[in-house]
């Protein structure tokens, strides 16, 4: 049997976080020395620093002080990662003398400066298509608390733009998190985004940010939480864009086939396929990577999780022949290859396995932070159990 992959301001602002939220920043540090095999007593010892303090760190009791985050971070091999999300987490920066001014005077925080920070947020995201979350995140922690402080300080006809902006960047900084593995940071973000959308009233942005929930789930292998969480993003589809209840209509479907519900999981693909197929004037910025050949993919997904391993490879080529070159170099479409990659070798041809899987971690070792190496590692390992010799 093949191993389940998912296992692997200005005065007056308001501190964005709480002590509180610094459980998500412990739960990273200790998945990260577990996976070191250190007890928190020799992780101390290495880095010179008390355990109990670490230990608190783990809880999310207390605040770490910078300095032990980069001695962690280097520790226990992160590559950065560690600090990128104690980052995320910090209060805001002093702002600097225009942001202060922006937020000092308000005639200036109006509907043409939302616009503004829209433009930037959906030229970000493209960014993260071609060098990766890890160095987009640093500009996004940013940008975020700009547009939560702008939020927080906008009256009148202002504060709905402003608030359904903030909550574009809370999502976009969530789903950067999630991609990293950051997953309790994720989740805290998720949490900001959801709210802010709810108060902006924008249904598309609600319905995304629990789709993303959802996500995160199965990722951490929760497949309940997945199908509930994806069912919950549906909720008033009348009120929502076609890409973005496709979106959590096909994620539904994955958990369903991982359940084991296989006419469930071909309903439901078959049902996001059809909205695809509609078009969508509506389609927000959000969901710009969304295509028939997105479709296609997902619905590979779906097949090589329910372990359908030939079905998964005609379904993944099939989306892929869709995406370009340019697109094709990016860390978000590789995901797809290293699916097909495994669904490879799930039909027994490791050569053809072998020869994606290097196409996978060339793109894993040009991007900062990716988790693609790791991920084709263990490809690489279960065909050597498998396929002694040839992989």
């Known amino acids: 049997m093949w191993p389940n992959p998912l296992q692997h301001r200005s005065e007056g602002v308001k501190p964005v976080v709480t002590v509180g939220d610094w459980s998500a920043f412990g739960a990273e540090l200790r998945r ?28 999310g009791r207390r605040k770490p002080p910078a300095d032990i985050v980069t001695r962690l971070d280097a520790a226990l091999n992160a590559d950065g990662a560690l600090f990128a999300l104690f980052e995320s987490l910090i209060e805001p920066d002093p702002f600097t003398p225009h942001e202060t001014a922006a937020l000092q005077n308000r005639r200036y925080a109006d509907g043409e400066l939302a616009t503004d920070l829209q433009t930037l947020l959906s030229d970000t995201r493209r960014l993260e298509d071609e060098i990766g979350s890890k160095l987009v ?38 789903w950067l998190n999630a991609s990293l593995g950051h997953h309790d940071a994720a989740i805290h973000h998720y949490r900001e985004a959801l709210e802010l959308a ?24 929760d497949i309940g939480a997945t199908v509930g ?29 991982m359940e084991g519900d296989i006419d469930g999981m071909e309903s439901r693909l078959d049902a996001a396929t ?29 097949y090589r999780h329910a372990r359908q391993w030939g079905k998964a490879v005609r379904a993944l080529e099939h989306g892929l022949k869709g995406f370009d070159t340019k697109t094709m170099e990016s860390e978000w479409a590789t995901w797809y290859l290293a699916e097909l990659a495994w669904s490879y070798a799930g039909i027994g041809e490791p050569e053809k396995a072998s020869t994606l899987a290097q196409r996978v971690m060339n793109v894993g070792k040009g991007t900062p932070g990716s988790r693609l190496v790791a991920y084709m590692r263990d490809l690489y390992q279960a065909m050597d159990r498998r396929f002694p010799g040839k992989a």
């Open 32 to 59: 990260l020395r577990e996976q070191q095999g250190l007890s928190v007593r020799q992780l101390g010892k290495q880095i010179l620093y008390d355990p109990s303090a670490l230990s608190r760190f783990e809880n």
């Open 137 to 174: 995140l640093p500009v996004t922690i940013r940008q975020a608390k700009i547009s939560a402080a702008l939020a927080r300080e906008a009256t009148s006809t202002a504060r709905i733009p402003l608030v359904d902006t903030a909550s574009g960047w809370a999502q976009f900084h969530g």
């Open 198 to 221: 709810e108060e902006a009233g924008n249904p598309d942005m609600v319905s995304t940010t629990l789709a993303m929930r959802g996500h995160v789930a199965w990722m951490a292998g």
């Open 229 to 257: 969480l994806s069912r919950a993003a549906q909720r008033n589809p009348k009120n929502l864009s076609r890409t973005v209840l496709a979106l959590a209509v096909q994620q539904e479907a994955r958990g369903l086939g």
């Open 274 to 302: 059809d909205l695809i197929l509609l078009g969508d004037p509506d389609k927000p910025d959000a969901q710009y990577f969304y295509s028939d050949s997105f479709i296609h993919m997902q619905r590979g997904m779906a």
